[in-house]
């Protein structure tokens, strides 16, 4: 989106009222594109304007035509479409925006009416593109570190990688989330104003538009959430006192897992964490963490495709708590079973495995004072047993 100066394609068969708009519009520092017909509308929506005002009753295409083209092409999709006609019935509305425009401006329209919701729908596509921006960042970024503890299996690295992480996105998560809440002062102050101003049979169609608006806004307050969850998640990694213990939920530290390899189990691979939601254990949250991070990453490796499911449960029996973690893959036959805890073994491509994801699994249960063994094959998946105190 433009940062300054915002582009607006105005769509209209009738040139006085494209110039009409273009007057209230150019008056509030927005550049201005024309078109007078759907075709020349499909052209220069090409060059992504910010926002399109887009006539419904037009001779060669109607606005609802342009409309779905415009959405069913990748690259103008994301472009906010408000029409612009003299329908005012609530059928002709929902089908316009069933199509996939976000408001609907009656004719003839008021001036300040219509710049508060262009400048409410700016402020919205604003904000999804910098969320965009951020989260994509942010994958990639956890992506890129989460390979590197995957295959090098180096823990001393993941407190730096964390903390540096935290650092680059505290900012922007700041910022998105002041946003937020300068938009919903906003849309408050916009509602305020036309419902002061319109007249009372209009009233109804704006309670219906602002709702849609609430949409909008609540999608970016839950992906801003889903960004300090992950967050979260690597503080905790980055900590001064992040190698000493602390009494925790046993279920925080593979909820730390799951989210430390979301890149990975979005795609076809379901995670099922059965543990107690009250129980718990005294542990080093991080260390533990990447006991659940190694046999995960194991396990979809030994999925066909990369698609199947990893079970984790645990029992409490006196002062220890048994874990179980169960997958769906191509197991691990039992002539590999006692040699898969040793430094450096791995029956995967020398490209895929270091032989330490395994090794640093027992290296950090038999830190806590625990045992970790495998199951007996029986043909599908591999299901470690886990028996931790819980004290240490």
Same mark, same amino acid.
């Given at each position: ?8 394609? &105005? ?25 007078? #017909? ?10 992504? !304007?910010?926002? &399109? ?31 612009? #006609? ?19 401006? #009656?004719?003839?329209? =008021? ?31 956890? *992506?890129?570190?989460?390979?590197? @503890? ?47 101003? @319109? ?43 992040? *190698? ?27 995670? *099922?964490?059965?543990? !107690? ?16 991070? =190694?046999?995960?990453?194991?396990? &979809? ?8 499911? &990893? ?31 040793? !430094? ?35 043909? @599908? ?12």
């Amino acid at each position: 989106m433009s940062s300054e100066t915002p582009i607006i394609l &105005i769509v209209d068969d009738e040139q006085l009222n494209r110039k009409l708009i273009e007057a209230h519009l150019v008056s509030r520092g927005y550049t201005v594109w024309e078109a007078e #017909s759907g075709s020349e509308a499909l052209q220069k929506a090409a060059q992504i !304007p910010d926002l &399109i005002l887009l006539d419904v009753m037009m001779p060669e295409a109607s606005g609802f035509e342009v409309c779905r083209s415009l959405k069913e092409s990748e690259a103008t999709r994301r472009i906010p479409v408000i029409y612009l #006609s003299a329908l005012k019935d609530s059928e002709s509305k929902v089908r316009g925006l069933e199509l996939g425009g976000v408001d609907f401006v #009656s004719k003839p329209f =008021n001036g300040p009416e219509l710049l508060a919701r262009i400048k409410a729908h700016l402020t919205i596509r604003r904000q999804e593109e910098e969320l965009g921006r951020y989260a994509k960042t942010l994958e990639q970024m956890v *992506e890129d570190r989460t390979q590197q @503890l995957i295959h090098a299996d180096r823990l001393a690295t993941v407190g730096t990688f964390a903390a540096a992480i935290v650092h680059e996105i505290n900012n922007p998560l700041t910022i998105i989330s002041a946003g937020t809440e300068l938009i919903k002062m906003f849309r408050d102050d916009v509602e305020t104003f036309l419902l002061k101003h @319109l007249q009372e049979e209009q009233t109804a169609g704006l309670v219906k538009e602002m709702a849609e608006f609430d949409t909008y806004l609540a999608q970016i307050e839950e992906g801003h959430k889903r960004i300090f969850q992950v967050a979260d998640t690597l503080r905790a990694y980055s900590r001064a006192n992040g *190698e000493g213990s602390e009494l925790c939920l046993l279920a925080d530290p593979v909820n730390d897992a799951v989210r430390l390899l979301q890149y990975r189990v979005k795609h076809g691979v379901s995670i *099922e964490n059965s543990i !107690p939601s009250d129980l718990m254990i005294f542990c080093n949250r991080r260390k533990l963490s990447q006991v659940f991070v =190694n046999l995960f990453s194991n396990a &979809i490796d030994a999925m066909v495709d990369q698609r199947g499911s &990893i079970e984790v449960e645990a029992v409490a029996a006196g002062a220890s708590v048994e874990i179980r973690v169960k997958d769906s893959g191509a197991g691990i036959p039992d002539k590999d079973a006692e040699k898969i805890f040793d !430094p450096f073994f791995t029956t995967k491509a020398e490209d895929k495995g270091t032989g330490l994801g395994l090794f640093i699994v027992k290296s950090i249960i038999d830190e806590h004072g625990g045992k970790i063994g495998l199951a007996k094959f029986c043909g @599908l998946g591999a299901e470690f047993a886990i028996e931790l105190p819980l004290s240490l």
